[in-house]
């Protein structure tokens, strides 16, 4: 059974940071993409980012620049580090991941499994 459990979100104030952090289990992590997601109150949910088995990355222009995404396959876990975080960045944030078995290496955006979500509140 696969299962992703997100933590680290909170309130924070304009310009603070904050780290997500995802762990993973019931699957080959370093054979997974993997990839943060987030949903604001009375939106659609929006990718973040993303991140490929062989690490190959990419950002939604609106994080470009202040989010990174990282991944630690010895631990299972995903990371998301945000800096100067902004009111607009107030969200559920979930991870996602899907698994690429052998011989794919880039994200199919086929996101198979989710966790929970995390909620970050960013306020003035």
């Known amino acids: 059974q696969v299962q992703l459990v997100e933590s680290g979100g909170g309130s924070v104030q304009a310009g603070g940071s904050l780290r997500l952090s995802c762990a993973t289990s019931?699957?080959?992590?370093?054979?997974?993409?993997l990839a943060w997601f987030r949903q604001a109150a009375g939106e659609q949910r929006e990718w973040v980012s993303s991140?490929?088995?062989?690490?190959?990355?990419s950002y939604a222009d609106s994080v470009k620049g202040r989010f990174t995404i990282s991944r630690d396959n010895t631990k299972n876990t995903l990371y998301l580090q945000m800096t100067n975080l902004k009111i607009e960045d107030t969200a559920m944030y979930y991870c996602?991941?899907?698994?690429?078995?052998?011989?794919?290496?880039?994200?199919?955006?086929?996101?198979?499994?989710w966790g929970q979500g995390t909620q970050v509140t960013v306020s003035s």
């Open positions: 019931g699957v080959l992590f370093s054979r997974t993409c």
């Open positions: 991140i490929s088995t062989d690490v190959s990355i």
């Open positions: 996602a991941a899907e698994y690429r078995g052998t011989g794919w290496n880039d994200c199919a955006g086929q996101w198979g499994y």
